[in-house]
């Protein structure tokens, strides 16, 4: 059974951080490319990174470079968001993908808010 966890989230003030991670189980991790993606209350949702299979190659949106780093462990099979200096406009639920080919499972998110 795929399973995709994620967890982290939660209350945070403009200016801080936090470190989102994505349990992942039932499927082999390591051959995955790993994206977030982000849906804000009211918007559609947003793809915020992505991270490669062997975790050598990174991409990030324009919204939040600089300030987002994702990263992977293989061994653990968790996938983490680092966000820092983060913004009002960050809060969101985060989501954790899993893709593959045209293979692709989700998280059911965790919820980011950026409030002071």
């Known amino acids: 059974q795929v399973q995709l966890v994620e967890s982290g989230g939660g209350l945070v003030q403009p200016g801080g951080s936090l470190r989102l991670s994505c349990a992942a189980s039932?499927?082999?991790?390591?051959?995955?490319?790993m994206q977030w993606y982000r849906q804000a209350p009211g918007k559609e949702r947003e793809w915020v990174g992505i991270i490669t299979d062997s975790g050598g190659t990174t991409g990030y949106a324009r919204s939040i470079e600089g300030r987002f780093t994702i990263s992977r462990d293989n061994v653990k099979n968790t996938l983490y968001l680092q966000m820092n200096s983060l913004k009002f406009e960050d809060t969101a639920v985060y989501y954790c993908?899993?893709?593959?080919?045209?293979?692709?499972?989700w998280g059911k998110g965790t919820l980011v808010t950026v409030s002071s």
């Open positions: 993908n899993a893709v593959r080919g045209n293979q692709a499972y």
């Open positions: 039932g499927f082999t991790f390591s051959m995955y490319h």
